[in-house]
């Protein structure tokens, strides 16, 4: 079964269109990338997943049922807004969360706090640093005990200690609870080491969705005389010509021409070219 899968889906406010025609399909156990360009409809494509809004047009299901205004009972979401109440101490907040929800683990909140010993459980969360209110937002939504866990732009308030950190707590129920994650983020270095799966959006279509390793195997970059480019077999996904060579992002190329090198692109820079050839065209 699909952890989360969408079906035609768009969302429009008024004229413009947010997300347009989704069908994608996300499995489980699964850290999933989420990327794109500003604008591009990641969190639009979160807020649809996780009930927040309604769509214009199509159908969300995770794990086979259809999502309908409401979060679904084993997800958890963590919007770029986080939804903590500013007058509440930590340990205020701590209860105040468990007691909404009827599967709950106080216990699995305190080992993701863990890291933070210094931080009072008396603080106030108004009191708190950006990041350390990330984290306390992530606390919260693993208390749940999510099977699916939605986090738009997670890391950006975090210091490089803090994401590591971050990304460990995320890592280890992936691995010992089969937690599937959906996270958006502009840092495709970060996500590289622990995505095993990419869905790349761009002004609310899919340009990009599947497997990390098989995207990336199916890619190849090539260089090549400038004045040559009808010896590159393939789909060319983009071009950059410099001098006297060309290089071009190929998806399913055929067998190099004489004067011809490839090799396997690195994931920021297929997504550079992907963003860059839409942009361009």
């Not at 899968?5 to 025609?21: E, H, I, M, Q, V």
């Not at 390793?213 to 190849?220: M, N, S, T």
């Not at 260089?223 to 998806?251: E, Y």
């Amino acid at each position: 079964m699909s952890a989360l899968r969408t079906t035609g889906l768009s969302k429009s406010y008024g004229r413009k269109p947010a997300l347009r025609d989704c069908t994608v399909d996300l499995p489980e156990g699964k850290v999933i990338g989420l990327v794109g360009s500003n604008g591009g409809g990641k969190s639009t494509f979160l807020a649809l997943a996780a009930g927040l809004i309604r769509p214009t047009t199509g159908q969300v299901r995770v794990f086979g049922d259809e999502v309908r205004g409401r979060l679904h009972p084993d997800a958890a979401y963590l919007p770029q807004h986080r939804p903590l109440h500013e007058d509440f101490t930590i340990a205020e907040m701590i209860r105040a969360v468990g007691a909404m929800n009827e599967r709950w683990s106080p216990e699995r909140v305190e080992e993701a706090l863990a890291a933070h010993p210094e931080v009072d459980r008396g603080s106030r969360v108004r009191s708190l640093s950006q990041g350390m209110r990330t984290q306390l937002a992530l606390a919260l939504c693993l208390g749940r005990l999510p099977k699916l866990l939605l986090l738009d732009e997670p890391m950006s308030d975090l210091d490089p200690l803090a994401r590591e950190e971050f990304l460990r707590l995320l890592l280890a129920d992936v691995a010992e609870r089969g937690m599937t994650v959906v996270l958006s983020s502009h840092s495709l270095g970060e996500l590289r080491d622990v995505c095993d799966h990419l869905m790349l959006l761009h002004v609310g279509e899919v340009l990009l969705n599947g497997d990390v390793e098989e995207i990336l195997d199916d890619h190849l970059d090539v260089v090549g005389p400038a004045d040559d480019g009808s010896s590159v077999t393939g789909t060319v996904i983009c071009t950059r010509r410099t001098g006297r060579q060309q290089r071009s992002l190929v998806r399913a190329p055929g067998a190099l021409a004489a004067g011809w090198e490839g090799r396997r692109p690195e994931l920021e820079g297929l997504v550079t070219d992907y963003l860059r050839a839409r942009r361009v065209g």
